[in-house]
């Protein structure tokens, strides 16, 4: 008989690892059966989401040299197109869900059950055209270079609400994903911090 061998102790990195496998879909090293472990991942999350702005404002910024792309608005439709692509649509899905759930009439178990639901609804689809216009809208008037510094910014502050909302709010139901979200003082300094800067 065999044992499953243990699993390797974190390095200082794995957390950063892990919340790139979480966040985005950049490949990163895994191994058979590992899944991103948020316990080490959540302090890392603004630095993932700037990395992700990152990716969106190069493209902008790339984009913005072709002839007429800036003032026209297809750089920033293509920024965060890129955006999506690096993250999987994750927070783009999570936003329809949450619209969803708010939307929808009655009580909080067909609340919940409407979040559950991976079809797309009218209150997220509407809030999803909601989120692209107003994002489009917002870059398409910046210039390049405040359109690059405000993806960056967004992406390390919007991941860093999610540590926010898990040290302060308590979760919709018993078996969710956020549970596995925690984060102690000293991560959530360093996240902050990370987020500020």
């Known amino acids: 008989m065999t044992t499953a061998d243990p699993a390797p102790a974190a390095g200082p990195l794995d957390g950063l690892r892990h919340a790139i ?8 090293p895994f191994r058979a059966g590992e899944a991103p472990r948020l316990d080490l991942a959540v302090p890392w999350f603004p630095l993932v989401g700037a990395l992700v702005g990152a990716i969106a404002a ?32 994750l927070h783009e899905d999570g936003l329809a869900d949450s619209a969803d759930g708010l939307g929808v009439h009655g009580d909080r178990e067909r609340r919940l059950a409407v979040l559950r639901d991976s079809r797309l609804g009218t209150f997220g689809a509407l809030a999803l055209i909601v989120w692209a216009l107003a994002s489009w809208s917002a870059l398409r008037a910046l210039s390049t270079e405040d359109a690059v510094r405000a993806l960056v910014a967004a992406g390390a502050a919007s991941r860093w609400a999610v540590l926010a909302h898990v040290r302060s709010g308590r979760p919709a139901r018993p078996d969710g994903a956020i549970h596995a979200l925690r984060i102690g003082p000293v991560g959530a300094v360093a996240a902050t911090a990370v987020a500020l800067a």
């Open 58 to 89: 190069a493209v902008l910024a790339a984009a913005a040299q072709l002839p007429g792309a800036g003032a026209s608005g297809v750089a920033a439709a293509l920024g965060l197109a890129a955006g999506i692509v690096a993250t999987g649509g």
């Open 21 to 28: 496998g979480f966040l985005t879909r950049i490949p990163v």
